[in-house]
């Protein structure tokens, strides 16, 4: 059985490589159009699809993918898309360990950065940097399950480990035809977004495709070192709020406006997402002063979407703001958003959950159920969100624990493990907005990138692999 599944994974994944392949001719056209270094886009075509063909080819099978292959697939592929993605940062002369972390970062839309000075990076660079968020947010698996029909049923097992949140759901009842619908919309709010930034706010469209390929994946990733505040364009700024705020909505929700149902409006956990970014920027508006409303509202909505751009440097506002932030890092957006963390959908079921359990406290024989938008809630979902929140803490704990005794300060430790483990990318002390990774030891990086690893699957998906009872059974 271990070896039907090596195969069917190593078959699949070769599948996608050769797709994956593909995505090297935007930076290759855009290097040729501005007269820079082509080579290294085509060296890492050839080579991603030579291991795709060779994977794909070598490791044919007939097995049909089970709900315990999607595990394998789905974090083998978050793994190795990645370590393939490498290439271009290695051609360009950045060690192995470095490019790893700005790829796995840019594919797990963390946005945690390396790099001191990003102009330096040619712009099909920049442009490649900022496509591998894209790719990543609304999934690179749900990208492939919504072109490639021989998955089949077997996508089903794909879409339920990729998915972000603790309530996967489907607009259609075919998983292919639910991709391509998310995905159609996400291509949509990319659009838009690139023309408001070029045509209103004035970006230079360069500028606006890179801000906005990392906008939607809630990524954060920009052509500049400064990051949003390099333009100094607050239309910008609002424009930019604006879809990072829509970023972190469920697509559900989407789907459900563009159909004309507004009452998707009335949903508890959306309603839950406005309280908490109401109370966050009244909190750092408060402690900053009205004068700095606009960084509030803009780092409020960028920290609690996971998306990580920076306007302001918030590790020097007051202990206050940053205790906010720092609480935003950990409580993520939506579920079924492009955002990372522990997802306002938990948060709510929890509050729910202690809100039952204390009723049940005076009546103890009384039947409550937990209700989510007035429909109860499986017990078994409830589990598996409380199983999650608490593995989530442990791995906070544990991998800031190991950061702090490599060398890392406590404040920057447990920052750069809420900011990658969430996706979030900028962090506090030593990873704040106005510095980077580049310093920390080669062991606290490659921490720091199984947590982005573990961050965008979720835990499960990834620790499940770990298991010798999964592979045994």
């Not at 699809?49 to 007939?62: N, P």
């Not at 990729?162 to 489907?170: D, Y």
Request: hydrophobic share 55%; with cysteine; charged share 15%.
């Amino acid at each position: 059985m271990v070896r039907q599944r090596v195969r069917l994974t190593l078959h699949i994944i070769g599948s996608f490589l050769k797709y994956f392949a593909l995505a090297y001719i935007v930076p290759l056209v855009t290097a040729l159009y501005y007269g820079e270094d082509w080579r290294i886009f085509l060296y890492s075509l050839l080579v991603t699809l030579t291991i795709g063909l060779l994977l794909e080819f070598g490791f044919r099978t007939t097995k049909v993918i089970e709900r315990a292959d999607g595990f394998t697939i789905v974090a083998f592929t978050w793994l190795l898309i990645p370590l393939i993605g490498t290439l271009p940062y290695v051609f360009l002369g950045l060690g192995f360990l470095d490019a790893f972390f700005e790829t796995m970062s840019g594919f797990t839309t963390t946005g945690a950065t390396i790099l001191k000075v990003v102009e330096e990076l040619p712009k099909s660079a920049l442009l490649w940097r900022s496509l591998t968020q894209w790719l990543g947010g609304m999934g690179v698996i749900l990208l492939f399950i919504s072109i490639l029909p021989r998955l089949g049923v077997g996508g089903s097992q794909l879409f339920d480990r990729e998915f972000p949140g603790p309530l996967p759901e489907r607009l259609r009842p075919r998983f292919r035809t639910t991709a391509r619908l998310l995905w159609t919309i996400y291509v949509g709010l990319t659009a838009a977004q690139i023309a408001l930034l070029h045509f209103m706010a004035r970006l230079e469209l360069f500028d606006s495709i890179c801000i906005s390929f990392a906008t939607i994946p809630t990524g954060g990733f920009t052509p500049t070192t400064a990051s949003i505040g390099a333009y100094g364009n607050p239309l910008a700024e609002y424009i930019i709020m604006a879809f990072m705020f829509l970023a972190g909505m469920s697509f559900i929700t989407h789907y459900q406006f563009l159909r004309g149902n507004w009452k998707a409006i009335k949903g508890e956990e959306f309603r839950l997402y406005l309280i908490i970014l109401a109370v966050a920027i009244f909190l750092l508006i408060l402690s900053q002063g009205f004068n700095s409303y606009r960084e509030g509202m803009f780092q409020a909505i960028s920290i609690m979407t996971t998306t990580g751009f920076v306007t302001a440097d918030f590790s020097a506002w007051h202990s206050g703001a940053r205790i906010v932030l720092l609480a935003l890092m950990f409580i993520g957006a939506c579920g079924g958003s492009t955002g990372g963390a522990i997802k306002v959908v938990r948060v709510l079921t929890l509050i729910k959950h202690t809100r039952v359990m204390m009723r049940k406290a005076i009546f103890p024989k009384a039947v409550i159920p937990v209700k989510l938008n007035q429909k109860p809630l499986p017990e078994g979902i409830i589990r598996d969100i409380i199983s999650f929140l608490f593995l989530y803490i442990l791995v906070a704990i544990a991998a800031s624990v190991v950061l702090c005794f490599l060398g890392v300060n406590l404040e920057t430790a447990i920052s750069a493990v809420a900011a990658t483990l969430g996706n979030v990318g900028p962090g506090l002390g030593g990873v704040g907005p106005g510095l980077n990774y580049a310093l920390l030891p080669g062991a606290a990086k490659f921490i720091l990138i199984i947590c982005m690893w573990l961050g965008r699957l979720e835990l499960f998906t990834v620790i499940m692999i770990f298991s010798p009872r999964f592979w045994k059974g």
